[in-house]
Each structure stands twice: as C-alpha cells, then as structure tokens.
C-alpha cells in the first residue's frame, strides 16, 4: 500500500464528519500494566488496529475543543500552525481507517506515525509562542483566561498519552529502538529512579553553569520503606520522570544562584532530595533555598500564562533556556497526573521551596488520565467568569477543580 500526500482540506464535509464522528467516542484509558501486557503479548497487526482507532480517538477529542479557544487566540499564527498540524495528522490516519490488516500496511502505518511524531514534536514550545504572540497583540479578557488554562492542561495531557501510544507502538513493534534491552517500549519495569533524578540533576546543573557560571550541589538520600537497604526500582516511564525532574532542578537551581548572588559554587546552599519507595507511592521531595515566593502566588505557578523568569525572545532556534516560556512547572505536573500521580508545591517565603512528586508505585493503579470531550468540557471552554463570588481568593495551592477534570 503507498501513502500518497493529498491537500489538506480542515473544512472539507468529509473530514468534518470523520471528524465529529471520533470525537462522539471515548478515548480508551490503560494502565501502566496493560502497556506492558501488550508490549509482551499482543501481535504488531493487533497493536496496528488498537493504535489507529485510538489516535483517531484521541485527536478528534482535543481537535473538537481547539474549536472553541477565543477567535483572537486562534488567530495568532503560532496557533494556527499547531491546530494546521493537528488537522493534518488526523486527515493522515484517515488514511488507514479502512486498510487491509497485514504486514505491508503495518508498515506504512509506522512510517507515517514518526512523520506524525516528528511534525508534532514542538506542539509545545509553538503554543508557548502562541501565547507570548498573543501577549505582545494585547492579551486577552481576564476572563477568559480559565479556559485557556483549562485547555492547555487537557491539550498537552492528549498530547503526552498520544506519544505515549505512539512510542510504546513503535518501540516494540516499529523500527525504534528502546533506551536498554529490559525496557518495554518506552517503560522500564525495574526504573533506577536514583539514576535518573541523579542524570537529571547533572544535565540541569550543567545548563546553571552556562547561564551563572556557578550551580549547587545535590545531596540525594533513599529510602525503600519495603526492602530497607536496597535500591529503589520502580515500573516507570524514565523520560517522563527525567523531565519532571529536570525542570524542577531548573528551577530549584535558578532560584537558589538568584536567592545567593556573589557566591561560590561549593558555598552554596545544597538542593537536597529525599526518595520514599512506598507500597502505592513513589514519593520525592526536592528543597531548596532559594528564598520560596509568596503563598499567595501558589495558583499562577501552574498557569501556562505565567513565568517568574522574563519572557524570553521569540525565535526558531533551539538554544536552551533556564526559564522563561511558563510551561516548566504546569507541564511537569501534567506529565505526573497523566498516570495518576501529582506535582505540588510547598513555599517558605524568605527561605527556599519544597516540591513534592507523587508516582503511582503499582503497575495495576498507574491508569491514564485522558481528556474527553463532552458538554461539561464544552461549557468550561466557553463558559467567561464575569463576577467574584467570594470577598477575597484563597490560595488555591495551584489546583483548581477543573485541573482535575483532564
């Protein structure tokens, strides 16, 4: 079967059907087990049904909500490239809807899911310059923004599981290689999480190097609650916890050269990490001392539209930054939710900060959280908050009831 290239048409009566009629479906939860139960079982042909319908599924979801973002964010032109590309994914597993099941098609199909992956591999960082375009043009009704941010957490949630389908596919099934010969396409049923906080750690520090020339230190302590003195493995997505560690050490180190101008590297104040190996948790505390910030900023750390670090200059390069585009901390506690697990925030103003990741130590209880459209999702995305019904808003310690409806 040969994948021909056809105009794109996000308009056209037939893929607004196909369009509606994926989005009336319910994308199909699975668990950290059921990832590895199909890795170790199913046949590529299986793999190929189960992912081309549930692609389609996940796609139709969070397209059918682009449609109801603000006209004036929809027309920046950041924007308009990540909806353009989401529009044309789906028109490409369209493609394979009716195909033949056998080999020649798997194959393709593969083929085509890295093109896919490779066209959405900046979703991210091109919605973060949506927003900074849509700053610059004036902002936004204040609003409005609630519904922003409820969109963004469901649409970088969609985008998480949909690489997550896509790489656990093409790992065990395709010709993408696994970062090591126990992984199970990109899970690793033994994670040594102490290695990997430890190369996220390095990795990060380096990048405080650059920027200040001086870093902290790290002093890591574990602790296997169930077999005390042995090293804490855990069933893991290593590069979801690399990430969420990785801009936690960003930004535990940042804030502690900030907090501690004119001082030497070895007299700084050490990030300290402590690991509880648990029988349902995974648990890790991070603290620094870098001076912490206000109780009452709490709820805009984790909003897509907020950054403590000055924005950064809009360009198509890919030089690194410690801070500055506002995803770090919102994307990092999506990536610990997508499996149930959870990112929050513990300040000490004047002193430094404790942030706390939760991970679901159980295969079996590792589920999904997935994005859905419906009529609840529809009135949040439209739904404008005119008035205050409280004389003052408590810190909402950055989660807010609609965060937990992803």
Known sequence: MKLTRRLLRPFSSVLAHKLEHYACMQPSSLSMQEYIDIGRKETATASFVFVRNELLVRLANIMKEMTFLPAKLLSMPSVGRVTNWYYQSFEDLLYFENADVDCSTVNTFNDQLQVIMKRHSDVVKTMAAGLLELKNAGGISMSREPSIQYFLDRLYTNRISK??????????????????????????????????????????????????????????????????????????????????????????????????????SDELPLVEVTVVSGRHDLSVKITDRGGGFPRTNLGRMFNFMYSTAPSPILRNDSEPAMAGYGYGLPLSRLYTRYFLGDLVLAPLEGYGTDAHVYLKAIPFEAAEVLPIYSNSSRQQLTTSIETNDWSHHLPDHGCHRSDLRV
């Open 163 to 264: 690489r997550m389908l896509q790489n656990q596919h093409l790992v065990v099934f395709g010709s993408m290689l696994p970062k090591s010969p126990h992984h199970i396409g990109y899970i690793d049923p033994a994670c040594d999480v102490a290695g990997v906080i430890k190369t996220a750690f390095f990795d990060a520090r380096y990048l405080c190097d650059i920027h200040y020339k001086v870093s902290p230190g790290l002093r890591l302590k574990c602790i296997n609650s169930l077999n005390p003195g042995k090293m804490i493995r855990v069933v893991s997505v290593p590069s979801h916890l690399y990430h969420v560690m990785f801009e936690l050490f960003k930004n535990a180190m940042r804030a502690t050269v900030e907090f501690n101008p004119d001082t030497d």
